[in-house]
Each structure stands twice: as C-alpha cells, then as structure tokens.
C-alpha cells in the first residue's frame, strides 16, 4: 500500500467512526428510523426455520419496547402484500390496516403489491382507509382514465416533520419487463432516472433525504452510487438481510450513503439511529441494528386480535386452517441445491392432480418452507400462496400445455446451462420436474445431455401433457416473446385447480414426506462425480453432529474429506449472509462411493455450543473431480428454545 493509499484509507475510516458516533451533540436532534420489507402479508411466524422468527403481533411489542417515545420513522419498503393466504382475504387491505396500528408513517408499492392490476391495487389501498401513504414515484401514467383512480391514490414522495426535522422519503417501485403486463395502462420507469429529477427537486426543502425503494439490492446501490444528496437507502425486493448498513460512496460529493435491508417475511426489523443537525444541513449516522423478530417477544394484545380475526375469516371459507392435514420428516426447502424440495413437492402435485405425462415448477415460485413434524392447512396452502383474483375467488391455477418435445429440451437447456454457469443471484431456479429424469454437465453449453420423461428419451416430434401452473406458464410465454425462442405454447387449457389446493390433496393423500417420498435428489445425474451433503441428513445427537454423503454423478467418486464447522451462536441476523462467521469442528474421511450410494459420518461437537439457543452447523464435503459444487455443503439451524 503507497503513503497517499494509507493515509485515503485511515482518514476514510476516521470519517466513518465519527459518523457512527453514538452520542449526540450540541444542535443535534437524535431520530430513528425504523424499517421492514417483503412482508408478503406473513401475519404469523415463518414455521419452517428453526426459531419461527417473524409475525406482526410481536413486531408491535419490539417496536413499542425501541420507540420509547423518542422521536422516530417507521418505513416498509414494499411487498407488504401478496404472499400468503391471509392476501386471499381482501387483496391486502388488511396488512395496511394491521400495518397502521403498528404506527407505520410510509410504505412503498412492491412488485406483489400491484400484480392485480391498478384498478384492483388502488381498490385495495382504498377499502384500507389508513393513514399512512403508498408511495410509487417511478410510475407513469398514460392520458386513458383508466389509471386516474391509482394515480390519486398512490403519492411519489412524502415530506414530514419528526421533531422539528423535516423528512423527505422517496419511494420507488419495481421496474421490469417481467411485471409490465400486470401494471397495463400504468407503466413503471427507472428509479435511477426518476430518483436524478426527485431528489434535485426536494434536497433543498429537507433536513434528511430518504430513498425507500423496491428494487434489486444492485440497483438501490446504484442510486446511492449515482445520484448525490440521499441521506440514507432503504432496500427491498431482494429479501436480503444487512446485520451491518452497506455503506455506498457517492460519486460525486464522496458522502457514505447507508444501504439497508432487512431480509423478508417479517422475521427482522431494523433500527438505524441518526443524528440531524437541521441548521447546517448535517446527517450522522449513530448505530444500526437488525432485530430479530423472535419467540420470545409477547404478542402485542390488538395486533393478536386483528390476526386472530383474519385466522377466522379463512376458516369460514375453508374450513378450520389450523387443522393438521399430513406431517414431514424433515424440512422440506426451496434449496437449489438440493434440487428444490418445495417445487418437486409441487410438481408431484400437479402430475397426481391432473394424470399429465409430467410436471414442472420452478424454485422461485415457491413460497413458505415446510417445517418438520405436524403440516397444517395453512401451512401446505403458502408452498404456493399465488395471486388470489378477486374477481373468480382463485389463486394460480394448473395449466395442461400439450408441449413438443423440442420445446421440453429447450427448455431443460436453458435452464440448465445458465444455472452451471451464471452466479447464484442472476441464475433462474432449479426447474423441478416429476416423471422426468436427465443427465447434465454443469457449466457446459448445452449442458443437459439426455433428458427423459417416464424413463423413455424425449421424442422432439411428439407432444407431450406438461402440468405447470400459471405463473410458470406466464413467465414462459414472456420469455418466449422477449427473446423470441420460438416455443409453441398456443395448445394449452386451464384445468381450474388451484396449485395449492392440488399440494394439499396430495399431502392429506400420502400422509407423511420423506426424502424417499418426494425422490430427492433422484430426478437429475451429473455426468462425473457429484457428491452431495443434503442439509435434511444433518442431524445432532449424543453430543455429534451426523451428515450423509452421497454420490449423485455418474462415476466413481475418489476419496476425500466431510468437515463441518458451526456458525456463530445466536448469530440469528449474520446467518446466511457474508456476515456470518464459521469455526471449524473438524474432519472425517468420505471413502470411495458408487453413483447412487451413501455414508454417514459424524464429529463430536464442543460442550461450548450444546447449551446455545441458536446454533447454525455445516457439513461439506471436498472430492477431487467433483463436477458440481453447489450440493456439497449442507447447513442446517439447531435450536434449543
């Protein structure tokens, strides 16, 4: 490092030490800002993780517990609404509403928030009647009427007084081609260009200058990159969690811009501290922390009630939704890696709900995670929690699309060559599949090398039943114009079977999963060595943790080495993200095993994290020649609560 390099970098963390001073000065006003996003209506606790973290009731009591009467701002940053059943309801009026006895001052439109279309989307924040503004500045609105009701109903910004500070928050929605269609005749512009006009327009009015967007954590980056005069970023769509603000440097005034997120579902809030000098202008940044919404907290009494009262609204429609319908030995996760448990459980559905030739479903599409033990109602219905229509009283529903086979290999290629080569987060999902089976290269062109459906190859000129459901279907059809794939999807029907309801029939039909039941891991080979820890082999006991190793390639795997590590205890906010820190346990030697076998092994664990609440373990194998990496490791969370 040159002297002017040291010297740029001991003043620039100088700089960010006083600027997260926590104390407060002379002329100063202390403000926190408190924020959530992609609620996706989560009104409960996520069951399908070790801690249950998550729910509204218990949000209220650990914002009342932090507010303190102190001088404050509670901002949602989008998603607030479609996602699970309680959406089902009333299209999300009662999240606003449940939201503003919360004391929420804004929130922004999301992606979820919209796909109903914008007569539906400013019907829903009408019959809310809250008190609070949906904001959506990068929307643009033709001269046809018919956008006239949403365009009074949703504001592009809001400017607020807390405490002798005025607050300018900026909100923008999410703009891409995938969502264009449900917005028509709305549009939605990029919030960097809008975010250039809207700033300009009211940093001279303000003391503090908030961006609330809902947009991929790159993009709300780039506006704190790009545009100067942002005080501070807050984040949504991306459901990423920040245990610490990203910190963006401004190209043109040099200024730390915070970036924050608080992953999704409810499961954290957070708390970012600041100090405003209004007379010179000035913002401090004193603290952060991401709060885990945990079991812990009590339920605040009327937030309880209100969802309590949305329990009994779906019950009267479906009959009682806590009722338990089947159970699972383990948990049952959208994980890429282990080719989507969540979505093979789907197409499963699909294929036994319909008698196609086979199904297909997309990780991304999947929602809730199932938990191991009992799976209620309620907790089958959120796999597939997919816009509720109003006007026919369904969700997504199943389409028969009677494919070519060239179409099927297309898209098995597609899928499956951008998925071994692109970085996780720009990569689609895992395409699970029931009565399908290939054999694939990871991170080769054309990487899918056979592909059949009921154990014969794929005929290219035959056609063949697929079940997906509609929102597979719709994504298909974009792409196939977008990028002009030539794909025949014109021979299609709607079957009218709601996707959850086709999950449920076939839960309460098979009454317990197992990995066995669902073929784990059993649709796909990779050409080569592929050994694979799966996270649902995990397991403590006696004072070890046990994993299994198995071979899912083609050949011979060689010897080599499982070592596990345990991640930081209680560390429920640096888990799963680049925060999270792993001390290694140990090792074991995996030996030579056969395409399709398995071995268990275990490592005995410190008495210095047996009696910890939370604590995260994973196992990894490393296997000279393995020719797919992303199954090697296997995490899984222990809780003592």
């Known amino acids: 490092m040159s002297k002017f390099e040291w010297i740029r970098t001991a003043l620039g963390g100088i700089a960010l030490g006083l600027a997260l001073s926590p104390q407060v000065l002379a002329g100063e006003t202390d403000l926190t800002v408190f924020h959530t996003n992609d609620l996706h209506s989560r009104l409960r606790a996520v069951r399908g993780q070790a801690l249950e973290l998550g729910g509204v009731a218990r949000t209220a009591t650990l914002l009342k517990r932090l507010r303190r009467g102190e001088p404050s701002l509670t901002l949602d940053a989008g998603d607030w609404s479609e996602g699970s059943w309680y959406f089902s309801v009333d299209a999300g009026s009662n999240v606003l509403r449940i939201m503003e006895k919360m004391g929420y001052d804004a929130a922004v439109l999301g992606d979820h928030d919209y796909l109903t279309g914008p007569d539906q989307t400013a019907k829903t924040i009408l019959d809310a009647k809250v008190n609070f503004p949906i904001l959506a500045a990068n929307l643009q609105w033709p001269g046809s009427s018919a956008s006239h009701v949403l365009r009074s109903t949703v504001a592009p910004y809001l400017i607020k007084e807390v405490s002798g500070v005025r607050v300018g928050i900026i909100g923008f929605t999410h703009a891409t081609f995938m969502f264009d269609s449900f917005l028509e005749p709305v549009s939605s512009d990029s919030a960097i260009k809008i975010a250039a006009k809207m700033v300009r327009k ?5 003391d503090l200058l908030i961006v609330v967007s809902h947009n991929e954590h790159i993009k709300n980056a780039a506006i704190a990159k790009l545009i100067p005069g942002i005080d501070l970023v807050v984040s949504g769509h991306s459901h990423e969690k920040t245990p610490e603000p990203r910190w963006i440097r401004n190209t043109f005034n040099r200024r730390l811009v915070p970036l924050v997120e608080a992953g999704e579902w409810g499961q954290f809030l957070g708390e970012l501290k600041i100090a405003v000098d209004t007379r010179k202008k000035k913002v401090r940044f004193r603290s952060y922390r991401l709060h885990p919404v945990s079991s812990d907290l009590p339920e605040d009494p009327l937030i309880a009630k209100m969802v309590r009262d949305e329990d009994e609204k779906l019950s009267a429609r479906f009959g009682d939704i806590r009722r338990v319908i089947a159970r699972s030995d383990f948990e049952i996760r959208n994980d890429d890696g282990m080719r989507g448990g969540l979505a093979k459980l789907a197409s499963r559905s699909y294929r036994t709900a319909t008698g196609a030739d086979l199904a297909l479903e997309e990780v991304a599409l999947t929602g809730s995670e199932l938990a191991k033990g009992p799976l209620t109602l309620l907790d089958l219905h959120d796999v597939l929690p997919h816009l509720y229509n109003p006007s026919t009283g369904k969700e997504w529903t199943i389409r028969l699309w009677n494919a070519r086979g060239r179409d099927l290999r ?10 071994g080569v692109l970085p996780a987060k720009w990569r689609p999902g895992w395409m ?18 056979s592909l059949l459906v009921g154990g014969m190859p794929v005929d290219s000129r035959r056609r063949y039943q697929v079940a997906l459901n509609e929102g597979l279907y719709f994504a298909l059809d974009v792409a196939n114009r977008k990028f002009r794939l030539k794909m025949d999807l014109s021979d299609s029907k709607d079957t009218g079977i709601e996707a959850w309801r086709a999950v449920a029939d076939y839960a309460a039909s098979v009454r317990t999963f197992t990995p066995e039941t669902l073929c ?5 080979r990779v050409l080569g060595v592929d ?3 799966p996270y649902y082999t995990l397991r403590k006991e006696d004072g070890r943790v046990l994993a299994r190793a198995v071979n899912l390639g083609s050949e011979v795997s060689p010897s080599g080495l499982l070592s596990c590590s345990s991640g930081i205890p209680n560390g429920m906010a640096e888990f799963a993200t680049k925060f999270q820190r792993w001390s290694a346990l140990g090792q074991v030697a995996v030996p030579p095993l056969v395409p399709g076998e398995s071995v268990e092994l275990s490592l005995e664990l410190p008495s210095s994290i047996l009696d910890k609440s939370f604590v995260p373990l994973k196992c990894e194998a490393a296997i000279p020649l393995d020719n797919y990496l992303q199954n090697n490791s296997g995490t899984m969370v222990f809780s003592n609560y």
Do not use: E, H
């Not at 009211?202 to 303000?206: L, N, S, T």
């Not at 297309?410 to 998925?419: A, D, G, S």
């Open 410 to 419: 297309l898209i098995f290629q597609l899928f499956y060559t951008t998925f």
């Open 202 to 206: 009211m940093r001279k009015k303000v």
């Open 432 to 449: 699970a599949s029931d009565n399908v089976s290939f054999t694939w290269n990871p991170g080769s062109l054309r990487s899918v090398k």
């Open 520 to 524: 784990m891991g059993c649709d796909a």
């Open 531 to 533: 050994v694979a820890v």
